[in-house]
């Protein structure tokens, strides 16, 4: 089930370097959300900009939600300029959820930048089943580091050395397996730059490690009505799968990730 | 004051003038639950081709203002998967259904269109003519007036169902192309398919799509399809589907008063999908608000009489 | 690092690429106080003809998603008063002048630029052919592919300065058109005129605009102009001067990269008059930043190189 | 001297049935606007609305200015929706102000609906320049009609008979006139609907009187370049005045009121 509603805004606010939350309520939509789906917001009602704006889910909390975002383009700007009682044009829930069953102890949960969005719930959903979670989360300097208390078990990396390990965020994780986990069974859920993603997979191939990925794409329409939104499948009877329909999350082995367009050009 | 919005075109009665645009709406099954198919004056399929089709590579989209630019490259599931598991599902879903048809050369959309013929529960065919033709060398169909002529013929001795024409507003005389039309038999043309557009991104110097031009549609080409709609209304008496840029019933309306018969509504799908049938609400409130009660007074009623302004002026 | 944004095309240097648009900016000398006209590449005029045009009646333009409707109708003073009045005071202010022109035959464009001759001060021509040919039963010249090269040969014959042919879109292939202008010594093609819009009012069902049709412009229309500019990029080696919806550096960025040596800004200029300086300081930031130091490097400069994902998709 | 400015909006208020205020300060626009001027502003930095908007100043104190206006289109309600500390992409003053020398002795200030808007400022001047001052103010009903305490002997009329006279503002003009004051020496100033200057100018030529009108039309630059705004002219060289550059404040005898376009179709 999905809805196309038009909420009131809670808040709006920074809470990193260019990194903002927006929070609403809407009891239908966290009724039935699943961790890794996400949400089409129209900015506003001009059609300059015209299209939706996909979102991951950050947090929900009884019927509150809340989205994290960075400022870049046009969409972004108009929704960290919106103030409390402002309306929000929402879609969804959307896409399919992160698989969370199958034969692990133990998720890591790895994200570059905004790749945190999906992060949280996707902890609690695995904690609340039994897992053990693990969260390691990199960005270029402190500053862009969302540090959040709720966040389960954190191990930051910055590229600059600000916080946590002076490394990007594939290092990171390389670091934290090999210090005392190298003999968890554990399963790997990413967020973030595709070349992180490229990173990270290459390195869950070499040591057989199983990695789930939630991919972020141009979208026009959200809903697998435009098909614009392709990536190449490497196994399975088509070839490409359409990210706002059958994922944003997938297991890596499933894709051809050179196929995703290179983000911004 | 009873309102009809009824409108037959050939033996077709729409129960509304607004239908699904080609390509914006899937195979009117992906649409989610609020959306209710039946409420519809139609559903255009995504264009159906012989053989089922990947599509062009990504990136498919790209935003601009007011519009969006699109190469995906015909993907769809083929005819054969299209009669055997599409259409049986749309016809449950009560809906009235023209299945668009792409192809590469005349045998082709023959065939597609033949195979369709076999099956119950199709009210019409709408042929898409923006593809190239492979026979002429690759130039599309749809700038090429002897063939588009030739395909209409062609086509129009192979079904006694509705056949419209839908024309590409790249060229310098839409008017011809859909004088060739009516003259070969088509039931109405739709105008308009995509302009051609392009964008690139200045840091990589890089195209936005991959196959580096595309297909641009949306609000922002609304003037320009409407002044195709005018000029093929100049042109030919056969019905017009007034389609570019509809997101708003006012939109719609304005197709209709220049001089469309149906329209269809595309990329404002992508924003919501249920766009349809709240456009054919608006309609019925005009209509009400203006005391008209059926479509045909409205269609084509665009008073072009002298202004007060333009007859000050001089103007005779 | 020293950057030169300056280009030259037949005899004139503009100092940057940035000229304000035909019909955009009155005679260059209309613009408030806080415009500085030098710090433009150049100014074009409002098309001038050989008679002064009080142009058409009311309503003259109307606003459409992120567009607008225009049919001034060529209101201009005429050559005598542009010569006379017009072009002393634009020398003044030291821009660099091409005077655009409008005529309905080949002898009255050939009046106009001969009178022009006659006068010190015009780096060049820019002959807008979207007036209605009255020789040839007033279809537009624009888009008759002989016309428009007969037209050049006659002005090339007449004139040693830059002369720039400003093309149509309207067209289904602006590439013969810019062709002929190249065969016949055109210096350069100005890419695109307007493309043909309308928009109506529903509740009179009347035109917005007097002529029921006009001129589309604005942000709407860059993907397309995009577009037409790469088509002719293709289809000759003479520079191309890229017009259509540029409001922004990067804008104009992308139509140099797309291969235009030039660009003009027109309607963005209503929004704001000093769009044009603040567009060519935007470019020397871009080369800055990107460590280009001259707009040939800049220019023609997309890479149409296959993407890692075309790669992978299987395309060569 | 004009200019153009990013503002900071002080407040926006509705102040009668979708009759709004805006607020906010430029010391360089009020030190050279003169009465009957308009301001030319961008709704906001999308391209959706794509041009400014034009609107007569209606109050100025000191470096302050407010504007009035209805709430019809797109880019009213992005005015409307405006909070304190928004930026507001201002041009202006722009426009030939009202004439206010000349041989009369009383200004009689007749405005329909947000004819109102150039008024007060209008008003005031006339009173410094001592001429006796008169607003005759008509609305469709007692709601929509703008009472501010500041305005110069106001008399009211409505359609209805909500408020004032049960009349139009033609009427009320008439009226006035009649009742006591019919050899004073006037010149009229109006402002409102098309349809309300045609009758007012077959009133005024009827009688004779001195009209002075301020007109509306759809503009594109505001500043004489793009002859988007023409309207025609009975006396004179050209055969259009451009209401931007040449107006929007006329004597009515110079024009042709018929070629204005209709308002709105
Ligand atoms: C399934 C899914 C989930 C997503 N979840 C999130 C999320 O939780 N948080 C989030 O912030 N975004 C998320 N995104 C991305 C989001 O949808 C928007 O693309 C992003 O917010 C930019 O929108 P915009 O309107 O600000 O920029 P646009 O106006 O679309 O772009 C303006 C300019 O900014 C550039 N640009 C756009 N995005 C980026 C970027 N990320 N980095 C650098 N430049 C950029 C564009 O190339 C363009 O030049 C998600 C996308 C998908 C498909
Ligand atoms: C010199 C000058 C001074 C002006 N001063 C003022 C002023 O002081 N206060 C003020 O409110 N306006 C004034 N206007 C009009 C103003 O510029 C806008 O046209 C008006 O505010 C509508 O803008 P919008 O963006 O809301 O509507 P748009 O988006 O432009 O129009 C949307 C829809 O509303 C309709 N519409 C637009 N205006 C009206 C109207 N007035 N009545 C009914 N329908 C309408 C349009 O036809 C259209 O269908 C002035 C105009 C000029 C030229
Ligand atoms: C993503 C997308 C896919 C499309 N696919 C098709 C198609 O398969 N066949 C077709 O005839 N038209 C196709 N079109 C064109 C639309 O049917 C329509 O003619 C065009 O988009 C203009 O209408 P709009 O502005 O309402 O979108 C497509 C348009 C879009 C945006
Ligand atoms: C109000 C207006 C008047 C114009 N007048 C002329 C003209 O006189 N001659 C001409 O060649 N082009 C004229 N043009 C076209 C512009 O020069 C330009 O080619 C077109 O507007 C596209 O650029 P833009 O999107 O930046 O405005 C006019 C455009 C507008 C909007
Ligand atoms: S975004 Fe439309 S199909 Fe995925
Ligand atoms: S609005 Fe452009 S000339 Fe008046």
Known sequence: MMYLETVAVDYTKEVAENVWVIGFRSARITEVLRPGQFLNIKPDSSYDPLLRRAYSVHRVDGDKIELIYNVHGKGSA??????????????????????????????????????????????????????????????????????????????????DGSLGLHS???????????????????????????????????????????????????MACGIG???????????????????????????????VLESLPTEHG | MSISTEITIRNVTFKNPVLTASGTFGYGLESPDYVDV??????????????????????RIAETPAGMLNSIGLANVGVDVFLNEKLPALR???????????????????????????????????????????????????????????????????????????????????????????????????????????DIFVDSRRPKIATITGGFSGPAILPMALAKVYEVRKAVSIPIIGIGGITTAEDALKFLIVGASLVQVGTALFIDPGAGPTIAEGIVAYMERNGITSLTELIGSLDTSLQPSLIAAGWE
Chains 1, 4 share one sequence.
């Open chain 2, 38 to 59: 039946s409420q519809l004056g139609g559903v255009v399929t995504k264009s159906i081709s012989r053989k089922p089709r990947d599509g062009n590579p990504p990136q």
């Open chain 1, 168 to 218: 990007n965020v594939v290092q990171a994780v390389e670091h934290y397996l090999d210090r005392d986990h190298s003999n968890d069974s554990v399963r790997l859920f990413a967020c973030g730059p595709n070349k992180m993603l490229d990173s990270l997979t290459e390195f869950c191939a070499n040591r057989d490690l199983d990695l789930k990925v939630s991919l972020e794409c141009q």
């Open chain 1, 225 to 255: 009505i435009c098909q614009g939104c392709p990536v190449e499948m490497k196994r399975g009877n088509r070839k490409y799968t359409l990210v706002c329909m059958h994922g944003p999350n997938y297991d890596v082995g499933d894709l």
């Open chain 2, 92 to 198: 449950k879903v009560n809906a009235t259904v023209i299945v668009n048809i792409a192809a590469s050369s005349i045998e082709e959309y023959a065939y597609v269109l033949e195979r369709c013929e076999e099956h119950e529960g199709i009210g019409g065919y709408e042929i898409n003519v923006s593809c190239p033709n492979v026979k002429d060398g690759g130039l599309s169909f749809g700038t090429n007036c002897p063939a588009v002529a030739e395909m209409t013929r062609e086509l129009r001795g192979r079904t006694e169902k509705l056949l419209a024409i839908k024309l590409t507003p790249n060229v310098t005389s839409i008017g011809e192309f859909a004088h060739v039309c009516e003259a070969e038999g088509a039931d109405a043309v739709s105008c308009i398919n995509t302009f051609v557009g392009m």
């Open chain 1, 78 to 159: 108009i929704f960290a300029a919106k103030r409390p009682g402002d309306p929000l044009d929402v879609m969804g829930p959307l896409g399919v959820p992160f698989r969370l069953d199958g034969k692990f102890k133990k998720g890591i949960l790895v994200s570059g930048g905004l790749g945190i969005a999906p992060m949280p719930i996707l902890g609690e959903a695995l904690h609340q089943r039994g897992y053990d979670v693990v969260n390691i989360h990199g960005a270029r300097n402190a500053s862009m580091i969302v540090q959040d208390d709720r966040l389960r078990n954190p191990h930051y990396a910055t590229d």
